[in-house]
């Protein structure tokens, strides 16, 4: 159910950047695409361009996107202590309701502008709410041995909303129209909101449809989260002054960077830049994503399966990941920039970079978990709030560059301005960075317990490579 959750919150969040396509009207007298590549041949009864009923500027149509994201990053922290603090099925629940109810008000409010922009704002708001309700339950539900593994499955979610969003929403907007896009893509998560309220609880120990050793299983392992951690104090003085949080927070502020522009910015660049048509582009872009699907679970599994055996520990396996989301993708990246009309080099490139990108989900975006589980919400609200930024500013600063027609020296601004970010990302999480579940997870009265955990944890893992 979270991973469906995450379909739903990523396929809402992703579908204006395709749909925006057929919203805008051409611009009489300003190319609107880049003219430097004329062997990219487009068939006669392709749809490349589309003349909408709106007449709006590129700063505008950036704007459209990224205010989302400006909700978003408002809504961040104060989602994530109600998170932590409340019942998280009760939050996950006014979330996923609330961002079907506003997606179906766009085509309503779509001609005018300001309250347009107060939509997709309040979009943002609540749908802040998901991924420190993901942290918290994942320790919840999640045993520590199982960790990475499961939070590949759970956000693969995210990539599988991505897939269907961007697929689903060019083949609406081709056949039927934009306004269709938001309707039915709003509509359909009413179903999940069914299920997740008649079946499911917040925590094992208040689930009805699970068996007393499955609940005791996870009850008593290590690391997890009880439902009286609602009531701890939070020890705020010693999350700020934590290195290691300190370091999570510089990591998912410059980390997410190109997560975000190819999230954002990629149907754009592909179809003003590389020239696919409308249906073409949105099958191309998904691709990666739908790859994400398989990928990121299998990293999560080899991650677990590594530390299980000895070969590396919880911090390096974070770090590996880090540098699998950073590195690689800045290489593509910087690549793209420079090949000029390559078409099917940096269509293939932009692929990989989106894959590699991907592992921010068993990277740096679960680490929160890592250090603190019985404030878990409230780290990831802490620390995506700043993380939010680079999806803010990043359509407008596109919108900015392209405002007098698209080139490749304009969009190369762009791509430094992501590899950038993403190189001082894992710089910084491979000095500071750390998997260890920290002293102030646990109440002052029960610091002694800390240790005893973690012994108890170092006996649990030699019984396995003896069992091995």
């Known amino acids: 159910m979270l991973c469906v959750a995450n379909m739903i919150i990523y396929g809402l969040k992703v579908n204006i950047a395709v749909s925006i396509i057929g919203m805008v009207k051409k611009k009489p007298g300003v190319p609107d695409w880049s003219d430097e590549c004329p062997e990219f041949e487009v068939p006669a009864d392709a749809v490349t361009d589309i003349d909408g009923p709106f ?7 950036g704007l459209v996107i990224s205010i989302y994201f400006a909700g978003y990053l408002v809504g961040m922290f104060p989602s994530g202590y109600l998170a932590d603090r409340f019942d998280t099925k009760a939050v996950l629940l006014g979330c996923v309701l609330a961002n079907g109810i506003l997606t ?8 005018q502008l300001s309250i347009l922009y107060i939509v997709r704002f309040l979009t943002g708001f609540v749908s802040a709410a998901n991924l420190p309700i993901v942290n918290v339950l994942l320790g919840t539900w999640v045993v520590y041995e199982e960790k990475s593994m499961w939070v590949g499955i759970i956000y693969a979610g995210t990539s599988l909303g991505t897939v269907i969003s961007i697929l689903t929403s060019g083949l609406i907007l081709r056949y039927v129209g934009w ?3 938001f309707y039915i893509h709003g509509t359909t998560p009413l179903i999940w909101c069914i299920v997740f309220y008649l079946f499911f609880a917040g925590c094992p120990e208040k689930q009805k ?12 392992s ?7 951690s609602v009531k701890m104090k939070v020890p705020w003085k010693s999350i700020f002054t934590s290195v290691p949080f300190l370091a999570l927070i510089a990591t998912n502020t410059l980390g997410n960077f190109g997560w975000y522009f190819l ?4 149907p754009l660049y592909m179809n003003k830049i590389l020239r696919y048509d409308i249906t073409s582009n949105a099958a191309i872009v998904c691709t990666p994503y739908l790859v994400n699907a398989f990928v990121n679970p299998l990293i999560g599994r080899i991650l677990d399966w590594g530390r299980k055996e000895g070969y590396w520990s919880q911090t390096i396996a974070r770090k590996i990941a880090v540098f699998i989301s950073s590195i690689p993708a800045s290489i593509f990246l910087l690549i793209i920039a420079y090949i000029g009309c390559a078409r099917v080099a940096s269509t293939v490139l932009l692929t990989l970079s989106i894959v590699f990108c991907g592992a921010i989900f068993v990277g740096h975006l679960c680490n929160q978990n890592d250090l603190a589980p019985n404030y878990a919400g409230i780290l990831m609200g802490i620390t995506n709030t700043p993380g939010t930024i680079s999806a803010f500013i990043l359509p407008p600063i596109v919108g900015a560059l392209v405002k007098e027609g698209h080139t490749m020296a304009r969009w190369r601004i762009a791509f430094w301005i992501t590899i950038i970010a993403q190189v001082l990302a894992f710089v910084i999480f491979s000095i500071f960075g750390s998997a260890k579940i920290q002293p102030w997870n646990y109440p002052p009265a029960e610091d002694e317990n800390w240790e005893a955990d973690n012994e108890q944890q170092r006996q649990r893992e030699q019984q396995q490579e003896t069992k091995t």
Do not use: C, M
């Not at 007449?55 to 149509?61: G, P, R």
């Not at 290590?222 to 009286?228: A, D, E, N, Q």
């Not at 999230?263 to 990629?266: A, C, F, G």
């Open 104 to 111: 179906t008000l766009v085509p309503i409010v779509a001609k």
């Open 55 to 61: 007449d709006w500027t590129t700063s505008q149509q």
């Open 179 to 181: 306004e269709a896009i």
């Open 209 to 220: 449809f699970i068996t007393e050793h499955e609940r005791a299983f996870i009850v008593n």
């Open 222 to 228: 290590y690391g997890h989260r009880t439902p009286g």
């Open 263 to 266: 999230l954002t910015q990629l």
